[in-house]
């Protein structure tokens, strides 16, 4: 083991002795992983192929003890550091460049509580882990679209998916979480301990320490549901989408409604809406019946599947190791104009695996009051995104490009804000938007909890000491 070049938090370049990173080692119970060994390369790998970032010591923490140790350890030598969970962030902020990277995935394990319909999750499970251990059950609580995401790096930045308008949000189902402070500390944050932050982990808690366990509550669910997807060609989507935006802005909370422009595996352009009804089947065929009608579409995959098959059917169009940029806004309507300039702007995209997405709010997001939780933006009803997806690293350019004159063609049509897990480096402003009137309050919390900002490749809220 050689000395070390390593980044410090301010962004200087420092030597680490071999003697002090042989100690970091010896003292967990995980493993410590240096650039050479066999699996770091492996391991500093995230779900972003556009994510090539070298940290210079990795931890795999194996619990609670290990973290608090690579934690206590990072303040020491004053090291920059990040956190990887599910490893699914967009900008790839769980791998740090040069620092130490507190790897959560070999803490995974869940545990369902099915007579008080809990589970204890930690904080490198997925959300197909989750899924797979509460459905067992017949339960499940709020969780994303992509099997392969991170539970926690989710639920610390709010966390939407199908059962988000029936039950709120995963912050909103979070009862407790295990959060390694800045100082090394384990705390339990809940609302009878530690209150505050408690309440700054529901949508800003990556700024706060690091969450090795969430205890969530879940909800009868599955395991049969309806649930599927129509489609429509590319030629009738102004249409499509229009009658999109009248049935959603209608549905009762039991019904999640998400719209897709994709390419499908054919090749063609198309708009698809992709359904769940969180009720009975009866109910739910009452209720889709004039989704189903409309067009008529070419593809109707509507019908019985299991909730974890349903779970995965985003899984396609977001594997592992591709590469991929998007930039977002919440939407409040889905006006002419913007329906014009979505369909002009899809036909141009570079690349066939690229989408623009509408993702429902409301119902049960709502109802609970902006202030709350951390996460703000509760009046939005569309979460609306260019992803743009490709795989020759050569064309970044161009595909970063088509996602930017996108979101620059929809920001007369915002809120003016976007959702946090959405955020890359755009800076403190968008930030400030993305929390609205709870950015001082948080501010507040990171004063206290993180006055130095040791959390810092996050959604960053700076100190303002």
């Not at 009878?192 to 700054?200: K, S």
């Not at 969450?211 to 429509?232: D, I, M, N, Q, Y």
């Not at 480096?425 to 507040?444: F, I, S, T, W």
Request: aromatic share 8%; proline share 5%; hydrophobic share 40%.
């Amino acid at each position: 083991m050689l000395p070390l070049e390593v980044t410090t938090r301010t962004g200087e370049r420092a030597v680490l002795k071999e003697s002090v990173a042989r100690g970091l080692a010896e003292s967990l119970r995980g493993e410590l992983l240096l650039p050479g060994d066999d699996r770091y390369d492996q391991t500093r790998r995230v779900w972003n192929g556009m994510i090539d970032h070298r940290p210079a010591l990795i931890a795999r923490c194996a619990g609670s003890a290990d973290v608090a140790a690579a934690v206590a350890f990072a303040r020491e030598h004053d090291l920059l550091v990040s956190v990887r969970g599910g490893g699914h962030n967009i900008a790839g902020k769980a791998v740090c460049v040069g620092g130490l990277m507190i790897d959560l995935s070999l803490m995974r394990r869940v545990a369902v509580d099915a007579d008080n319909r809990t589970a204890r999750v930690e904080g490198g499970a997925t959300l197909g882990e989750m899924d797979s251990a509460t459905q067992v059950s017949g339960l499940a609580t709020t969780t994303g679209v992509v099997t392969h995401t991170g539970v926690a790096g989710l639920t610390l930045g709010g966390g939407v998916g199908r059962l988000a308008r029936t039950y709120g949000l995963a912050c909103d189902n979070l009862l407790s979480v295990d959060v390694v402070t800045t100082e090394g500390d384990l705390r339990r944050a809940s609302a009878a301990e530690n209150p505050d932050l408690f309440w700054g982990m529901r949508g800003a808690g990556a700024n706060f320490g690091v969450a090795t366990s969430l205890e969530f509550k879940l909800h009868p669910v599955g395991p049969e549901v309806l649930g599927g997807v129509v489609v429509h060609p590319l030629a009738r989507a102004r249409e499509a989408l229009g009658f999109y935006c009248e049935y959603s802005r209608s549905a009762p909370n039991e019904l999640t409604a998400d719209a897709f422009f994709l390419t499908s595996p054919d090749g063609d352009p198309v708009f698809a809406i992709s359904v769940f009804y969180a009720g009975s089947m009866e109910q739910g065929e009452r209720v889709l019946e004039p989704l189903r009608r409309f067009g008529p579409p070419i593809a109707d995959q509507v019908g019985p599947v299991a909730y974890t098959q349903l779970q995965a059917a985003g899984d396609p169009f977001f594997p592992v190791g591709l590469h991929y940029y998007w930039k977002s806004h919440f939407l409040e309507e889905i006006p002419e104009d913007a329906i014009e300039a979505t369909v002009e702007h899809f036909a141009i995209a570079p690349s066939p695996r690229s989408l623009i997405v509408f993702q429902q709010y409301g119902g049960a997001v709502s109802r609970i009051p902006s202030t709350e939780t951390a996460f703000h933006h509760r009046n939005a009803r569309y979460d609306n995104f260019a992803a743009s997806v490709w795989t020759d690293p050569q064309e970044h350019q161009v595909h970063k490009e088509w996602a930017r004159q996108w979101w620059d063609k929809m920001s007369r049509f915002s809120l003016g804000a976007e959702y946090v897990n959405n955020l890359g480096e755009e800076g403190e402003d968008r930030v400030r938007a993305a929390y609205g009137d709870n950015y001082d309050r948080l501010v507040g919390l990171k004063n206290e909890y993180d006055p130095d900002n040791f959390f810092r490749l996050n959604a960053n809220i700076l100190p303002s000491g």
